[in-house]
T-cell receptor, first 112, second 114 residues
């Protein structure tokens, strides 16, 4: 079962920032937080990941709470191409396997 | 460079038939994953390979499902005696050995069992 909880859906206006929240209250000290997104009819696409510190890359920023029980994916300026389902994943190592356990994700709609 | 390639992109088969789905991972990636995704749901983990061996097959739903990766590169997911409930998009992903590194997904194979 997915270890994270996310809102089912969110809306954003084009060119506005978007903050996608995620709760992962059972996270342990060695679990990574990964974000993927999935555009219609495509496979999931990696967005960003982090462990303890906030992270930035060309796609997004990841803000991790100090207690690591929640995080927020930040898209600085939403575009129509950002409309997708966003998955927050708590990556746990179990017997050497780093399987990604997906939940239902947040469906982001971007309004022109 | 080339990404993860899955073939075929679509497969229609009759109930009870055997199917094979192929995944070509990114060259040099030692980790390979199979997932399946039903409409409106997130991808569901099936099996994970590290090199040639299945390090975690806890997600395979029953013994009709089997996967191999004989040379540590290409993988084949095999489904025997297909059922209508097996209809889904089957996704393959690969990643490097570094823990926590990103996984690269293919476009998936849409399997329809009629």
């Amino acid at each position: 079962d997915a270890k994270t909880t996310q809102p089912n859906s969110m809306e954003s206006n084009e060119e506005e920032p978007v903050h996608l929240p995620c709760n992962h209250s059972t996270i342990s000290g060695t679990d990574y937080i990964h974000w993927y997104r999935q555009l219609p009819s495509q496979g999931p696409e990696y967005v960003i990941h982090g462990l303890t510190s906030n992270v930035n890359n060309r796609m997004a920023s990841l803000a991790i709470a100090e207690d690591r029980k929640s995080s927020t994916l930040i898209l600085h300026r939403a575009t129509l191409r950002d409309a997708a389902v966003y998955y927050c994943i708590q990556l746990t190592s179990w017997a050497g396997s780093y399987q990604l356990t997906f939940g239902k994700g947040t469906k982001l709609s971007v309004i022109p | 460079g080339a990404g993860v390639s899955q073939t075929p992109s679509n497969k229609v088969t009759e109930k009870g038939k055997y199917v094979e789905l192929r995944c070509d991972p990114i060259s040099g990636h030692t980790a390979l994953y199979w997932y399946r995704q039903s409409l409106g749901q997130g991808p569901e983990f099936l099996i994970y390979f590290q090199g040639t061996g299945a390090a975690d097959d806890s997600g395979l739903p029953n013994d009709r499902f089997f996967a191999v990766r004989p040379e540590g590169s290409v993988s084949t997911l095999k489904i025997q005696r297909t059922e209508r409930g097996d209809s889904a998009v089957y996704l393959c992903a690969s990643s490097s050995e570094v823990r926590g590194s990103e996984a690269f997904f293919g476009q998936g194979t849409r399997l329809t069992v009629v």
